[in-house]
């Protein structure tokens, strides 16, 4: 299991200024279902941390990495900002390892993140406590990320078995070798960050992590 950086939760978060700005997220699959569920409920319940809010509305896929809004929020966060979210689920359905890259953002940017359904997530504490806490908190989301993801592949299995018995057969897409080979080659070279690199393949910059990754021994 994948035990997210404690840095998300660091103490020194504790220290509001004007500032600091509350993210909230809100994300559904499909545009039949309702992204703006929750908003309400999620804007009240952030006016505990500050006045400050930006709202960050999508339906899109939780398995995939590169989602408009959430790249959005990501690039306007500063280091400080609160991350806010319903649940672990509406964040992420990602592989463990696209997962891993998510955290990696979210860490880089300095974010604390809160969720909703999770109460352990509401509250900063110092000292002993608060490392505790710190613990329990990355096992958690690690945990509930984890079963968002299997409960989203049991799905697509019954899908993917309802279509088969149906007769019907996917066509899948084909991979963008050329851009992840430019990638491999730009990382190689050095001497230009990620987003960098991403600006310049035309891709992602969740895609350049991924690649990157995929290159560590």
């Known amino acids: ?15 509001e200024s004007n500032s600091m700005t509350i993210r909230i997220y809100v994300r559904a699959s499909t545009k039949d279902q309702d992204a703006e569920r929750a908003l309400a409920d999620l804007v009240l319940f952030s006016q505990s941390y500050g006045a400050k809010y930006s709202t960050y509305i999508e339906n ?8 408009p809004a959430l790249s959005k929020l ?15 689920d ?3 359905r990602l592989s463990q390892d696209d997962f891993e ?47 968002a993801k299997l409960d989203n592949d049991k799905r697509k299995e019954r899908i993917k078995q309802g279509l088969a018995r149906s007769g019907y057969t996917p066509t899948g897409k084909k991979a963008k070798i050329a851009k992840h080979e430019r990638i491999q080659q730009l990382l190689t070279k050095g001497g230009m960050t990620k987003e960098e690199i991403a600006k310049a393949v035309g891709v992602g910059v969740a895609t350049v992590y991924r690649v ?6």
């Open 90 to 92: 509406r964040l992420s």
């Open 74 to 88: 990501l690039n306007e966060a500063s280091k400080g900002d609160i991350l806010l979210v319903e649940s672990v």
């Open 1 to 15: 299991m994948i035990v997210l950086s404690l840095y998300l939760f660091n103490d020194s978060y504790m220290i």
């Open 60 to 67: 899109y896929s939780g398995t995939k990495l590169e989602r």
């Open 101 to 147: 890259i998510l955290k990696q953002q979210i860490k880089a940017k300095g974010l604390r993140l809160i969720v909703a359904d999770l109460p352990t997530t509401h509250t900063n504490n110092g000292g002993m406590t608060g490392e505790i806490l710190n613990v329990i908190n990355a096992m958690l989301i690690d945990l509930l990320a984890t079963m």
């Open 212 to 217: 990157a990754k995929e290159c560590t021994p």
